[in-house]
């Protein structure tokens, strides 16, 4: 007998979602035992922690009961209803994100079922009716009206509620911005395989990802992908804004203390956690590929290191050459 | 760094001389952060000339998200969205200035736990973000003010430092409503205290800065005759004897902003151009600005009084 239509899992033709990065305000990095503390979410299930190839920890998923209208780019207003899955991770115990996804089937019934049926679902968001996917997929990249369904509402509330944690002191070892990454996965055309469509720098600390995914890709994974990405572009952001703040040169010469003070966190906090594809699977790790053709991530990273490592050597010489500058 | 700036009286150009500051830190390379809490009368929009980008705002300002309408504010790029032609061409090596704008028409309002602890959520993640920090609260003791104190006051704020600047104008009442709202029963030490603050620590975190104070040595007054010279000295010195008496003297004062048209009028940022291109403004104004904003991250001018 087939299956009666309200209990089949539907096929998913869109998957998105939204993540939060951020540096964790605390004075000391969180060992491997505060980081599960600090993402024991559930009190029925402990954090997910590893320490190959770094320190990571990862909360189970939380879920968020919906029913609101999808975001769309050409005004459809689909209601959608289900569960939004959300999680927490901690990179060597230092660098927080929260993030937020669901993903939804190409046709939902046209009236709303019994709230049991969709709990049974974790992390899907079914429409009522069909679903226009292109446009929802450039809505939630855009960012939908107020009360439309934001999976960045949901991963910003659980990031709020961790930011509360007692655990953390609330003293960051240096000012730097949380980012944005929102991300919305599409089918690939029969046949194709994945593909990273584009990825922006949207606004100052927005960013958005757009895949092209054979279907039934498991969005938990595609999350984990951009997790991964979101991560790295926080690190590349957050070091070039560090250097971004230091004057260099012969004016800043007289204040040597300057720039190793404002290099300095970048050695203690962050030049250890480049490491990408760490936790993505292998199906999906070639998706990085593009961005490290360009714009080249990890060899932007690397000019980067090697700009801070030069500094501080040169700011640890005594600074003989002062003497010969030109008085201008 | 978190500074608060508070005023007993409305008029005493509070917001648009902490508006300035934040402007000055923000040349200087810092990421400074304006954030406006007179719920009562929001007037940044105008000090910084960013009218337009407020709109879409009204729903999204400080008050909706404390009453937890929204989850996170909105923020204004001042570099970005101004409409002041001058503050447009963001000067090389300065930093970020954001200000977060009130909510049009969003009046006082009683504060409950929950807005509190959305309260130290954004202050704490503010302080993250931005080197420096500027609060514009409502005038008087206000319910902005009662709910930084018992921010600051709170355990998951114990690292954050913060400061206060309390503006009044250079007149009687002024001086003595000042010294009120910092002294008084009920004013900001005693209300601090009463929400947990350490009464000395708290004390030595509060300065004044005299606003709109006319100076007789200046230009500007040395058409008058010799009669009202010796007179505005004498007013002075008794000024200042008022003071004084009220706690409120020379060495608990962080800087001193002359009288200023373009303050009073105008209510905008100074720029270096309205001095030295236009002329409108008076070099002795913005020097006062610079300076003051220098010493809000100085110690050696936050010693004990």
């Known amino acids: ?328 | 760094m978190l500074v608060f700036a508070a005023s007993d009286k409305g008029g005493t150009g509070r917001s648009v001389t902490s508006a300035n500051l934040a402007y000055q830190r923000a040349l200087t390379g810092d990421h400074v952060a304006y954030v406006d809490f007179d719920f009562g009368s929001p007037t940044a929009a105008a000090v910084f000339d960013v009218p337009g980008a407020m709109r879409g705002t009204e729903e999204r300002g400080l008050h909706s998200y404390l009453e937890g309408e929204v989850a996170e504010p909105a923020r204004i790029d001042v570099w970005r969205q101004t409409e002041h032609p001058l503050l447009r061409a963001r000067p090389n090596q300065s930093g970020r200035l954001v200000l977060f704008p009130g909510d049009a028409g969003g009046g006082e309002f009683a504060i409950g736990e929950e807005s509190l602890q959305r309260c130290i959520d954004l202050l704490l993640r503010l302080n993250g973000e931005f080197d420096v920090t500027v609060v514009d609260l409502s005038a008087g003791r206000s319910y902005a003010v009662d709910m930084v104190l018992a921010a600051t006051a709170h355990p998951r704020m114990r690292n954050v430092p913060f400061r206060w600047l309390v503006f009044h104008r250079w007149t009687r009442q002024h001086v003595i409503a000042a010294s009120g709202l910092v002294h008084a029963d009920h004013g900001i030490i005693g209300g601090g205290v009463e929400r947990g603050h350490d009464k000395e620590a708290l004390e030595a975190a509060i300065r004044f800065v005299r606003a709109a104070v006319p100076d007789p040595e200046s230009p500007l007054w040395s058409q008058g005759s010799p009669a009202q010279a010796a007179w505005m000295q004498a007013c002075d010195e008794a000024l200042r004897r008022l003071a004084a008496e009220h706690a409120i003297g020379d060495s608990v004062v962080l800087g001193i902003v002359p009288l200023e048209p373009i303050l009073q009028w105008r209510e905008q940022l100074i720029t270096e151009e309205d001095v030295l291109a236009t002329q409108i403004a008076n070099k002795e104004t913005l020097e006062a600005l610079e300076e003051i904003a220098r010493r809000l991250t100085d110690d050696a001018h936050w010693g004990r009084p």
Not at chain 1, 53 to 62: H, K
Not at chain 1, 133 to 156: F, K, M, N, S, Y
Not at chain 1, 273 to 296: Q, T
């Open chain 1, 1 to 328: 007998m087939a299956p009666r239509e309200s209990t089949r899992t539907p096929r998913a033709v869109l998957a998105c979602g939204e993540i939060r990065t951020c540096l964790l305000p605390a004075r000391q990095a969180l060992d491997i035992r505060a980081a599960a503390q600090l993402l024991a979410l559930r009190a029925d299930e402990r954090a997910l922690t590893s320490e190959r190839p770094g320190l990571y920890a990862r909360s189970s998923d939380t879920l968020t009961g919906v029913d609101c209208p999808l975001p769309s780019a050409n005004g459809a207003r689909v209601r959608a209803v289900g569960t939004v899955a959300a999680r927490a991770a901690l990179t060597e115990g230092r660098v927080l994100q929260t993030s937020a996804r669901f993903h939804l089937p190409a046709t939902g019934p046209d009236r709303r079922r019994p709230w049991g049926e969709y709990l049974v679902r974790p992390g899907v968001v079914e429409p009522l009716g069909k679903l226009p996917h292109e446009a929802v997929a450039q809505g939630v990249l855009g960012g939908g009206r107020t009360g439309d369904l934001d999976a960045g509402l949901i991963a910003e509330g659980l990031l709020t509620r961790l930011l509360r944690h007692p655990l953390l002191d609330q003293r960051p070892p240096f000012r730097s911005r949380p980012t944005r990454l929102r991300w919305a996965a599409l089918p690939a055309a029969p046949g194709e395989g994945f593909r990273l469509e584009r990825f922006t720098l949207a606004e100052d600390e927005l960013r958005t990802v757009r895949l092209r995914v054979p279907e039934d890709t498991p969005a938990a994974g595609l999350a984990a992908l951009c997790e991964d990405l979101a991560l790295h572009d926080w690190l590349l952001t957050t070091v070039v804004r560090m250097l971004d703040g230091v004057r260099l040169g012969t004016g800043a010469a007289r204040d040597t203390g300057a720039v190793v003070r404002t290099l300095r966190p970048a050695v203690d906090h962050l030049l250890h956690l480049w490491m990408p594809r760490a936790r993505v699977s292998p199906e999906l790790a070639a998706l990085w590929d593009p961005l490290e053709e360009r714009p080249g991530f990890t060899r932007q990273w690397r000019t980067l290191v090697q700009r801070i490592r030069d500094q501080l050597t040169l700011h640890a010489i005594p600074t003989p050459h002062q003497e010969v500058e030109p008085v201008p």
